[in-house]
């Protein structure tokens, strides 16, 4: 199979890739390097192409990134002072602030 082919993937797997390249590229990547992530990120989600299973059922795909959040979250912002964590949050308040104002 030559690199790059896509036809050993599922349909679930290209719907994903599709949704993932659209919001790089909504962020302002390339499309062909949003397409290059978003197979990347297929890819570790899923371990590769696709996944043989029986009685019609697809495998379980393991334990993607894309489920992990929150699982570390409270060590790393639990060791900052909370005059850090206070100057974060302003920080992030003022961006989405911005990205709102220019995003419609």
Do not use: L
């Not at 890819?43 to 699982?71: F, I, Y």
């Not at 002072?81 to 961006?95: D, E, G, H, P």
């Not at 911005?98 to 995003?103: G, T, V």
Request: net charge positive; charged share 35%.
């Amino acid at each position: 199979m030559p690199r790059g082919e896509k036809s050993k993937y599922t349909d679930k797997q290209e719907r994903k890739a599709d949704h993932i390249a659209e919001g790089y590229e909504h962020r302002g990547v390339s499309e062909k390097e949003a397409e290059r992530r978003a197979w990347a990120t297929v890819n570790k989600d899923d371990g590769g192409g696709k996944k043989e299973g029986g009685s019609g059922r697809g495998k379980h795909t393991g334990h993607p990134a894309a489920h992990k959040g929150g699982e570390k979250g409270g060590k790393a912002s639990a060791s900052r002072s909370a005059a850090s964590r206070s100057a974060s949050a302003r920080k992030a308040a003022a961006t989405r602030k911005r990205n709102a104002a220019h995003a419609h």
